[in-house]
């Protein structure tokens, strides 16, 4: 649905933003309706009255919005319907957060509006930003992503032929992202085998489950899961994510942890 050329009022996360010029700031949010939307904010790096507290990646509200010239809309305002500042405070806050904002405006294409990616990705910063910040929430929200793109990998069915793809003699299952995800017996060639523990798991989050039994599971499980998911976004992604950066010191202190 096209923007009209009224302001309009639409629900909205901030995922990234860069200066145009000396005052003005491009704004990519992603809206339940619109999808994500490159806006133009004129004057947002000096307004404290249309842009209280800045433009923070994260930054959940409600965006006025209206077309500009071509396809630039023009954010004539944001109103925060949530407390932010604790990402401010806390760099682990701030790792993730910058990590599900930069993973989205990654693979999210421009104007493809998906009400299921908005609401996953509200309850992901909600979870982080208002709780202590837990691995199971990026391993949940990644495999939300996933899905509602249509990318998520075979977790159960081999992805070549369709049969249920059986634990073997070790227990793991052969599973190969570039394939297309698990493989059965007849079809596995080599290919990396996953604890079966490890695709239960991620069954089970794809499908909405609570994260809580990740991160109170082993090292093992949550190094797997995580190594799960970053091989299946690895073959959608056209560049490594700097926000990755982040967890580089926090990986050392939790081996199955961060993204």
């Known amino acids: ?33 619109h999808g994500k939307l490159e806006t133009a904010a004129r004057g947002a790096r000096n307004s404290k009255r249309r842009f209280p507290g800045g433009l923070p990646a994260g930054l959940r509200g409600l965006a006025g919005v209206a077309r500009g010239r071509g396809s630039l809309a023009r954010l004539e305002r944001f109103e925060a319907s949530a407390d932010h500042s604790p990402v401010g405070r806390d760099l682990d806050r701030f790792a993730y957060v910058a990590y599900l904002c930069e993973l989205t405006d990654e693979l999210v294409l421009a104007r493809h509006a998906d009400a299921l990616v908005f609401a996953a990705l509200c ?32 977790l159960e069915l081999c992805c070549v032929c369709g049969e249920l793809a059986l634990r073997g003699p070790d227990g793991g299952v052969a599973f190969d992202a570039q394939r297309g995800g698990v493989l059965c017996l ?30 109170a599971g082993s090292v093992e499980l949550r190094r797997g899961l995580r190594d799960l998911t970053q091989t299946a976004l690895r073959a959608h992604l056209r560049r490594p994510l700097h926000s990755l950066a982040f967890f580089a010191a926090m990986s050392r202190s939790d081996a199955g942890g961060g993204a």
């Open 1 to 33: 649905m096209p923007i009209q050329s009224a302001t309009e009022t639409v629900p909205a996360i901030v995922l990234r933003t860069r200066p145009l010029g000396e005052s003005d700031l491009l704004v990519v949010l992603l809206t339940p309706e």
């Open 123 to 154: 309850t992901a910063l909600a979870a982080v930003i208002e709780a202590i910040p837990r691995p199971g929430e990026l391993r949940r929200y990644e495999l939300a992503l996933l899905h509602a793109l249509g990318l998520l990998p075979a």
């Open 186 to 215: 007849a079809h596995e060639r080599g290919a990396l085998r996953l604890p079966g523990v490890v695709l239960a798991m991620a069954r089970d989050l794809a499908a909405g489950g609570d994260p809580g039994p990740l991160d």
